[in-house]
T-cell receptor, first 114, second 113 residues
Framework: EPEVTQTPSHQVTQMGQEVILRCVPISNHLYFYWYRQILGQKVEFLVSFYNNEISEKSEIFDDQFSVERPDGSNFTLKIRSTKLEDSAMYFC????????????FGPGTRLTVT | SQQGEEDPQALSIQEGENATMNCSYKTSINNLQWYRQNSGRGLVHLILIRSNEREKHSGRLRVTLDTSKKSSSLLITASRAADTASYFCATTWGPNTGNQFYFGTGTSLTVIP
């Protein structure tokens, strides 16, 4: 069964450094998402991406964040200058077109900012 | 906020018993989905119920949706120790959005062998 994959599974970085989290969505999916989950808290929406552009973003998704689909298969989340509070689990998700379709989530990347 | 809210926050039952979790939300929705998350792991899709559906079954799972009360319930029958996890409801809404999810805080289910 097709699945969303994410790399790396765990990333440790120093405050102020740039990180890129990578995702490979399911191949025939058209909508892509990033969510984050701070330890012990709820899953929060960051951004959605469709037709090579951002379609929605939350207040969390400020200028420090960017997304890209560089090659038609990967979907990346970049954090330019990480802060301690960026430490969280980051989930990528994808779905087919149409509101009735499920979102399929990747296993997540645990980002630890020290 | 559109975010779903689950209750109870924590539930502990014996293996073989049924577990019922509830979710409430605030505005009209396109659909509602339930996810399971094992500790420290990703989100596994369990079941989707559309706004025009009232009940749906999948194996040992039964989901109901009451749009007049803006609530949904997830019933797991004949629970197993492997069902121990956190369960989240997620809603999508709006005709022209990217249908991002709004997650609740989750119900932590412990099934005691």
């Amino acid at each position: 069964e097709p699945e969303v994959t994410q790399t790396p599974s765990h990333q440790v970085t120093q405050m102020g450094q740039e990180v890129i989290l990578r995702c490979v969505p399911i191949s025939n999916h058209l909508y892509f998402y990033w969510y984050r989950q701070i330890l012990g808290q709820k899953v929060e929406f960051l951004v959605s991406f469709y037709n090579n552009e951002i379609s929605e973003k939350s207040e969390i998704f400020d200028d420090q964040f960017s997304v890209e689909r560089p090659d038609g298969s990967n979907f990346t989340l970049k954090i330019r200058s990480t802060k301690l509070e960026d430490s969280a689990m980051y989930f990528c998700a994808s779905r087919m077109r149409g509101s009735s379709y499920e979102q399929y989530f990747g296993p997540g990347t645990r980002l630890t900012v020290t | 906020s559109q975010q779903g809210e689950e209750d109870p926050q924590a539930l502990s039952i014996q293996e073989g018993e049924n577990a019922t979790m509830n979710c409430s939300y605030k505005t009209s929705i396109n659909n509602l989905q339930w996810y399971r998350q094992n500790s420290g792991r990703g989100l596994v899709h369990l079941i989707l119920i559309r706004s025009n559906e009232r009940e749906k079954h999948s194996g040992r799972l039964r989901v109901t949706l009451d749009t007049s009360k803006k609530s949904s319930s997830l019933l797991i029958t004949a629970s197993r120790a492997a069902d121990t996890a956190s369960y989240f409801c997620a809603t999508t809404w709006g005709p022209n959005t990217g249908n991002q999810f709004y997650f609740g805080t989750g119900t932590s289910l412990t099934v005691i062998p």
